[in-house]
Structure formats: C-alpha cells, structure tokens
C-alpha cells in the first residue's frame, strides 16, 4: 500500500497539530515532570502549528504539485528534529527521563515520516526539483 504525496500532507499536519496540542497542553503544564523550559516548550509548539497551517493548507488548497509542497516540510520537519535534538541537548540537565522519552520519541516519529516523504519525493530531488 501506498501513500499519495496529498495524504502524506494530510498525516503531516495533523502530526503536527497533535505535537503543537501535546507540547502546549500537556508538556508546557507540567514542566517538573518533563523538565523542559516552558518558553521553549512553547516556541517548539508554536513551529508545529505553523508547519500543520502548511501542511494542512497544502493538502486543502493546492490543486496539484503536492510533492513541491511535501518537500518544502520534508526539509522543515528536519530542521525541527535537527532544533529539538539541539534542545535536548541543552537542556540535558535538566530534562527529566520523561523528558528525554518524551523528545526522543517525537524525533524518531518525525524522523520516520520524513523517511516517507522522502521516498514520495526522491524522483524529483535528483532532477527536477519536487514537480
């Protein structure tokens, strides 16, 4: 089975727009438990909902060159990883194994659906770029 550059928007965005809620709602309250800053925590969720705006406005809006589109957050879900992974990283004192659990996992999903976007964009990477 598989899945159309237009659905992956679809699943991106509303990825994103459950990592915003998770990240705004649950990991921003209770800072002890997670150990990350809450003004980080809300940066990091405020980039999440700009990426489910994109995402979602893409898969609703654009009536073809959905793959132009899925490269375009296939690069910023990357630089989210890359930016998360960083934080982590500064913060590692503090985080709380819940914490580390909680940003780990969320690098490895996003992580696994870039790996799906890159396999629906790949033809256009080497050539003509995401047409």
Avoid: H
């Amino acid at each position: 089975m598989t899945i159309s550059a237009k659905n992956l928007l679809l699943l991106d965005g509303v990825g994103a727009l459950m990592t915003a809620t998770l990240l705004s709602q649950v990991v921003a309250r209770y800072e002890s438990l997670f150990g990350m800053p809450k003004a980080t925590v809300y940066v990091l969720s405020v980039v999440a909902l700009g990426f489910a705006a994109f995402s979602l406005g893409s898969y609703l809006l654009a009536k073809s060159g959905f793959t132009r589109y899925l490269g375009i957050i296939l690069f910023a879900n990357l630089a989210y990883c890359v930016a998360t992974a960083t934080l982590t990283f500064v913060y590692r004192e503090k985080l709380t194994w819940l914490g580390f659990a909680y940003f780990i996992g969320e690098i490895i999903l996003v992580l696994l659906l870039v790996y799906q976007e890159y396999k629906k964009t790949r033809p256009g990477i080497g050539g003509k770029l995401f047409v």
